[in-house]
């Protein structure tokens, strides 16, 4: 479910454009989807930028990626690759 602000119910979580299936969903018509976004990017934009001063940051850590391969080989992929997994080099060293 996406609101008028385009914020998913999964919170914090937003989406603008051809991302949330936008206003016609597949049957897009041709030319409308730059409109679409920038309406809904704007209005998701601003939306973000006024929670984002009270969302309290996390630890960055790779827990998740542990988790995530211990619950897949849980669900019988031994090989722990899922694919598309997106993941930030955490462990680039920027100088």
Known sequence: KIDTNSETNVKNLFVAGE???????????????????????????LTAAARATSVKQGTLTINHVRKFRAEAKKHGNASGVISPMILPAYTRKVS
Do not use: E, P, Q, T
């Not at 991302?19 to 998701?44: C, E, P």
């Open 19 to 45: 991302a949330s299936g936008g206003l016609h969903g597949r049957n897009r018509l041709m030319g409308n989807s730059l409109l679409d976004l920038m309406v809904f990017g704007k209005r998701s934009g």
